[in-house]
């Protein structure tokens, strides 16, 4: 049965309470803190390199650049850290995939009176997606919760209980009750995070690179620490998998949130 969505359903309004920005450590959803701490640490060919307590929100490797410059700009020392990794046997290399910000309060270091002191800028996926943790297409179970998608946010409060319970409405609706563009965001960041599983399998397929696993955590960590440090997408043009021009169109792509408008397409028309 389908759902009708009313024509006077609400839209997120964020009211710029700073509350989502105020405390960045160690906020991961239990689902994939549990993921981590099973998975993370060596079984996998990411690896990542702090412990879950220790995190804040993860950069894309080109979103870290922009933040390197705009924290000269903005006079703030984001101290950004490499977050995930994988250690390459072929080229004895650490391919950086994901950063943090270690800085040394709960706060984004961007944060000012509770204020985004970048927020004229692209920002990152992990900032303009809230209030959503992850889209519903991360999911294959067609009951997927809502609350499931979200993190803490007292502008929700309205919407929540009004998101339908079926797929396709609720992908309408939460189209519709998102024209900040948080929604289209999380969409496309979940298919990055696809594109970057996809790339990696090819990569190790084509004996590209041969990514260490099943070593201790600690024998990882000291291996990363003394290794050259490259980014993924650095490395994909040294090793041929991209050209220079491939990058520049596939991080466009990703800026404009290409991918996510087709898949919704469907659903929207
Ligand atoms: S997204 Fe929600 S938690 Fe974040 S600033 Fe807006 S209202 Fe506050
Ligand atoms: S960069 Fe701005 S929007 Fe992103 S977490 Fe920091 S304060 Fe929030």
Redesign the pocket.
Known sequence: MLIKIKSDAPKFQ????????SHIRGIIAKEDLNFIRENAYGKLPVVQIVPPEQMTFPLWDWEAKRFREWQNEANVDANISPLRAILDLNSNKAIILTYFMNSKTDACPFLREKKCSIYHTQRAYVCRL??FNRSPFISQDKEYPAEGMFGE???MEKILPQVPKDFAEMIKFLNEAFPDGSFLNAVQNDLIIEWENKTIIDLMKKNIIKPAINYPYNFLLRRFKNAEKIDFTDFLLECNYLTLKERERLIKRFDNNLDAKEKIIEFVR
């Open positions: 964020c009211n710029a309470c700073g509350s989502c920005c809230f209030p946010c007292g502008a």
